[in-house]
């Protein structure tokens, strides 16, 4: 039995301290917001109904899990769906591909309409929930420090940072958690979800395993050398074990040296540093991953940023930085580091390498490229972005990658010329101060290199690479012919499905993982916060009917919340330049 | 008077002239029964054409005043030759400085076997008195045994940071067993010791905040100031009468501007155990500054959990400090725990904070690239589930096991040798205790030097040998180590 509490408005923050609905449901003001209190739902995930606004239909008419069951109508169109007749708005995300293109425009008015969500959740909480025991001191946060995080965070936090219990291969094991005050906590049931299939693990190679080569590997390191090194690199923490690894990644990337770092994120913070100062310009593609973004700011250097794979743009602010120089001083610049990465990972975009080496040369700029996300999920042997675009290595001053993803361990790596890499050596904050990487872990990166580079006498890494290979493009294309907006190149394994308006996230995520299938949904901060998503990321692990069994349930989904949003049924663009207007415009 | 305005000049007298030249046209239509009226018969239109015109006028009178009276000259634009030739003269550094043939870059000692008590350092067998292994869990054969059973069950990487995926029930259980084992409310982990702290403090102090720090505060404490972007005072190490001058100056300006004293949040940082000295801090002393000069105090216990305190609670629990006195505790898991990554605690406001400062940052502010706040723990792949395993079993063990203590009792495990008189510059000094610790290298007993990035430190140390004193280290150990370092330092210094 579903109750609409059409007419009464109880978004207004000035409104009635307590509505009865018609039906069982209560409106009562909690911590300021109005929220729906559903008596007697025993044991349900309570939360679920946080993405509800309140004038939504709900049903709450029974067992554990009932909302919204399949065969009722549980989503009635709101203010701001029926308004969603017809797109207006373009806005151009095309992806060159290797080849051709497509792109596929957003629609406008889910734009503003998710727009107004926001603001509308936004007004009505006016609480401070927050209440800093230390009422002298200066309180930790502004009030209004904490706007997003109680309006819009905490009534989809339930989708994010879901506990699993088994390996994050194909398919893993949830804990299930249910929250009984709005998901400011979570409660653990004791029960376990089995055998959901992970859509969201960055898994490309199916690594990620408990048995196998690999893993033996790591057991008998383990049992050689403890888990711990309790030492720097530079003083009494450097292993033959890391010394193996570096050597072997450097063959495997096809470059003079390579040095391995315990942390991905790290190696970008605290090795950028270490090559730009004072007096350096960094050009940053404006999608860079945090820990760029990060790295170039403790650098010190200036930072300039360019559109996202926008070359037009990379080469005007080349052009500009060399003529003019330094602000105020216009004393030439040092050096000009150019970072970019080889997958975006909330695009799914590959860079255009090939004419971003070429502009680099022209301009003497260097280039520092992020192959987190590449690095052995693109190129037909596994060898990265630079491998599928089929140039040579040294045309990439830094190639920098994890080993969190593909190789199913953890750290990351910076390769490059001799001269470059006995220069970190001494210079890397992360070698100096930071305690090195656990011996099994290397050995994992060691073994798993091996594989695909098919110095263990098998063909299985190679056969993992073009699996994956395929099955990306068997997902995508599946995707598209369903009618979704999906961003990326066709041969990037991170798959972003649009959603656009942040209630869908919520409700995306949970209706997932209710039919068994693990998803990655991401909103603000990550993106704008009018083109939320959901994120896919393809694994070699997956057989065939795992993807046609979330193809299928994505489909399904994809109708019940109305996400088929594509209007453009797969049409390849040939060759569409650069749009110039769009580049104008951005134009600062 | 078309003709008039073509001959004036373009300058601000015109507009004066054409004001006196519009009062005339007002006069016009009050005369309009004139066949000859003047000023109609030299504009030559009709009433209501005069109307027209007077605000075309008045349009043009707008346009003058608010118009450059000159213009800028463009002989700032280059041609593209010009700009051909900038760029085709620009050379950049190169990307690294070359290295000096004289000076070629230090190698690494290769450890080869296990770094533990007994340790093979460059092909020589050593005692270790230099990896922070102070409880010798690393060669512990449970920790082992736990870490491989999870290795067995979650294999190693979590391909994911924690909000996709990567959250596994280890981490949950360890952060768990650590916020119990502190006696907080609350602890979260991170993947990588020297990213805690570093992100931990800019999640909480940000631009206009103010910081005050010891000044032998460890790097990644120095990372976490730079990327917070607040106002950094320092004080002399562990001097809390500098302390206190400097959060007396800090009142006195406070009462000048109350207005942005009440939004200004302000922290102490300290170490426990200072990485760069080997000092304890005075923390009661520093708890009594917190409230009276009301800062919050942000306690970095890397070296000193795990072996400070009748339990290894850390330096809270070896002054007999509520824990509840201090805002946030810091520590890596890397040194006692033997294990990888770091973790946070404190009270559960506190910690929250951190998941999702970033979420609330970004939403108020639209500096592009402010970011940091927590990001060590939102935007990286998460702790390997073997190494929490690994973790936990060391904190069983920790708890388990009294006699796991330090030799030493309050005495830093960590401390450094010093030259007592330098050699004229860091260099030598440099060479000087290099010679030393190879001396005692070939002698086994393994020992190094701090090793700091010298243009990056903001108050570089002197150089020193640090040496590492662990539960594994047997009296006759001890004393061999001293007697050699003696026996080295007389060799060398004379």
């Known amino acids: ?588 | 008077m078309v003709q008039i305005f073509r001959f004036m000049p373009n300058t601000r007298t015109n507009v004066f002239c054409a004001c006196a030249t519009s009062d005339a046209m007002t006069l016009a239509p009050a005369d309009a029964g004139q066949q000859q009226d003047g000023v109609r018969a030299t504009v030559g239109v009709s009433g209501d054409g005069a109307s027209l015109l007077r605000g075309i006028l008045i349009l043009w009178i707008i346009r003058l005043l608010f118009s450059k009276t000159y213009k800028l000259q463009d002989s700032s634009d280059l041609t593209e030759k010009e700009i051909e030739e900038i760029i085709e003269e620009w050379q950049p550094e190169p990307l690294v400085p070359r290295m000096s043939k004289e000076k070629p870059a230090p190698s690494y000692n290769i450890v080869s076997g296990p770094p533990c008590h007994k340790i093979t350092v460059n092909g020589k067998q050593c005692i270790n008195f230099a990896s922070f292994n102070f409880l010798g869990l690393l060669d512990n054969d449970r920790v082992k045994n736990q870490a491989l059973q999870s290795l067995r069950k979650y294999g190693v990487g979590t391909c994911g940071p924690r909000g996709f995926y990567g959250t596994f029930d280890v981490h949950l259980e360890l952060e768990d067993r650590l916020a119990k084992f502190m006696r907080t409310e609350e602890a979260i982990i991170y993947s990588y010791g020297f990213a805690t702290i570093a992100s931990a403090i800019p999640a909480y102090s940000k631009r206009g905040d103010i910081v005050f720090v010891d000044e032998a505060a460890c790097f990644s404490i120095q990372k976490g100031l730079q990327a917070s972007r607040s106002h950094i005072k320092y004080f002399r190490h562990n001097d809390m009468e500098d302390l206190e001058r400097i959060l007396k100056q800090q009142e006195l300006e406070d009462q000048k501007n109350p207005r942005k004293a009440r939004v200004t949040r302000r922290f102490i940082v300290v170490e426990g155990l200072y990485m760069n000295t080997g000092a304890i801090c005075p923390l009661p002393e520093l708890v009594k500054l917190k409230y009276k000069y009301k800062v919050r105090i942000f306690l970095e216990e890397s070296l000193s959990f795990g072996v400070l305190g009748q339990h290894g609670r850390g330096v809270t629990e070896h002054f007999g400090v509520n824990i509840d006195d201090i805002d946030l505790i810091s520590a890596n898991m890397e040194n006692s725990l033997a294990s990888v990554g770091g973790f946070c605690c404190g009270r559960s406001f506190v910690i929250d904070h951190q998941v999702f400062a970033l979420l609330a940052q970004k939403a108020i502010s639209d500096y592009v690239l402010i970011v940091i706040l927590s990001q060590g723990y939102c935007f990286s792949a998460s702790l390997p589930p073997m190494l929490a395993s690994a973790a936990i079993e060391a904190l069983n063990i920790m708890e388990e096991d009294q006699g796991l203590k330090v030799v030493g009792e309050s005495i830093s495990p960590a401390f450094h040798l010093q030259l007592e008189q330098s050699s004229g510059s860091r260099e030598s000094d440099v060479r000087i205790l290099n010679r030393i610790v190879e001396y005692c290298m070939d002698r086994k007993i393994a020992l190094t030097q701090a090793h700091y990035l010298e243009k990056e430190e903001k108050f570089l140390p002197p150089p020193s040998i640090r040496v590492v004193v662990t539960v594994e280290q047997t009296e006759e150990e001890l004393e061999m180590a001293a007697n050699l370092i003696k026996e080295a330092a007389q060799n060398i210094l004379q």
């Open chain 1, 1 to 588: 039995m579903g109750v609409e509490q059409g007419g009464s408005s109880p978004l207004g923050p000035g409104g009635a301290p307590s509505l009865k609905g018609p039906g069982k449901h209560l409106l009562k003001p909690y911590l300021g917001t109005w929220r729906i209190i559903l008596p007697g739902t025993p044991g349900v995930l309570p939360s679920v109904c946080l993405t509800l606004p309140p004038h939504q239909e709900v049903s709450s008419d029974g067992a554990p899990g009932a909302y919204p069951s399949k065969n009722k109508r549980t989503h009635l169109p709101t203010v701001w769906e029926l308004e969603s007749g017809a797109g207006v708005g373009r806005s151009f995300r095309g992806e060159r591909k290797g080849g051709p293109w497509t792109f596929e425009e957003r629609p406008g008015v889910k734009v503003v309409s998710a727009g107004k969500h926001c603001v509308l959740c936004g007004i009505v909480n006016k609480s401070e929930v927050y209440k800093d025991v230390l009422s002298e001191f200066v309180p930790l946060y502004q009030d209004f420090e904490n706007f997003y995080t109680r309006n819009l965070y905490m009534r989809i936090r339930d989708s994010w940072n879901r506990p699993i219990c088994s390996v994050p291969g194909a398919k893993f094991d949830i804990l299930e958690r249910v929250s009984y005050d709005y998901n400011w906590t979570f409660k653990y049931t004791g029960r376990i979800v089995n055998d959901v299939i992970n859509m969201g693990s960055y898994n490309y190679l199916g690594f990620a395993e408990n048995s196998g080569v690999c893993a033996d590997a790591a057991a008998e390191i383990t049992l050689k050398y403890g888990v711990g090194v309790c030492s720097t690199r530079r003083e009494i923490g450097n292993l033959d074990k890391h010394e193996e690894l570096e050597k072997l990644a450097a063959k495997f990337l096809g470059v003079d040296a390579a040095m391995a770092f315990g942390m991905g994120f790290a190696t970008n913070s605290m090795n950028i540093p270490a090559l730009v100062g004072k007096g350096c310009l960094i050009l940053s593609d404006e999608l860079n991953h945090a820990s760029l973004v990060l790295g170039a700011r403790l650098s010190g250097a200036t930072i300039r940023v360019f559109k996202h794979n926008n070359m037009q743009s990379l080469e005007k602010l080349l052009k500009d930085a060399i003529v003019h120089g330094q602000p105020r001083t216009h004393r030439p610049w040092k050096k000009i580091l150019i970072l970019v990465e080889g997958i975006y990972s909330m695009e799914g975009s590959i860079v255009h390498l090939p004419d971003i080496v070429s502009l680099k040369k022209k301009y003497k700029a260097y280039l520092y490229l992020d192959e987190a996300h590449s690095i052995g999920a693109l190129g037909p042997t596994g060898r990265g972005v630079v491998e599928y675009f089929g140039l040579d290595p040294r045309d990439v001053d830094i190639m920098m990658g994890t080993f969190t993803k593909s190789f199913g361990a953890a750290g990351g790596y910076i390769g490059g010329t001799k001269e470059l890499v006995d220069y970190l050596r001494t210079h890397s904050h992360s070698a100096v101060y930071a305690t090195s990487m656990s011996p099994p872990v290397v050995e994992q990166i060691i073994a798993s290199m091996k594989c695909i580079m098919g110095e263990d006498g098998t063909t299985l890494g190679q056969e993992r690479v073009q699996q994956l290979a395929e099955n990306t493009r068997y997902f995508r294309r599946k995707l598209q012919e369903m009618g979704f907006i999906i961003y990326g190149n066709d041969d990037s394994p991170v798959v972003p499905m649009m959603l656009y308006m942040p209630a869908k996230i919520g409700a995306f995520g949970r209706e997932m993982l209710k039919r068994n299938i693990g998803v990655v949904v991401v909103g603000f901060p990550a993106t704008p916060i009018i083109e939320s998503r959901a994120r896919f990321c393809v694994s070699a692990a997956h057989t065939k009917e795992m993807l046609d069994t979330a193809l299928n349930v994505i489909n399904e989904v994809g109708d019940l919340l109305q996400l088929k949003y594509s209007r453009h049924r797969l049409v390849p663009l040939l060759d569409r330049p650069f749009d110039e207007t769009t580049y104008e415009e951005n134009e600062d």
